[in-house]
């Protein structure tokens, strides 16, 4: 069983930056790809960015260039640093990890304000 906290979400205004943080724990030995991705009211959930364990990259074509993805696999801790932040990035953001199947965060509020 994997249990993922979120933290670092929040208002914020257009051009702005947040930091997410995704922490993983429970009886796990090392987790596979990690990641974040988000749902807007009336939207699809969609793939913002993952991350394997040895550092291999994917985001979403929407952030690009300004979502920067990374971990620690010593604290299995997935960061999302989101720069230059659109209104249309507001959303809940969830975290996930992939250890068997793949386990979900409780979701955290980004709202960015234009």
């Known amino acids: 069983q994997v249990q993922l906290v979120e933290s670092g979400g929040g208002l914020v205004q257009a051009g702005g930056s947040l930091r997410l943080s995704c922490a993983a724990s429970?009886?796990?030995?090392?987790?596979?790809?990690m990641g974040w991705y988000r749902q807007a009211p009336g939207k699809q959930r969609e793939l913002v960015a993952a991350i394997s364990r040895g550092g291999r990259t994917n985001y979403g074509d929407s952030v690009k260039g300004r979502f920067t993805i990374s971990r620690d696999n010593a604290k299995n801790t997935v960061y999302l640093q989101m720069n230059s932040l659109k209104p249309e990035d507001t959303a809940v953001y969830y975290c996930?990890?992939?250890?068997?199947?793949?386990?979900w965060g409780q979701g955290t509020q980004v709202t960015v304000s234009s």
């Open positions: 429970g009886s796990i030995s090392s987790i596979n790809a």
């Open positions: 996930y990890a992939e250890y068997g199947i793949d386990y």
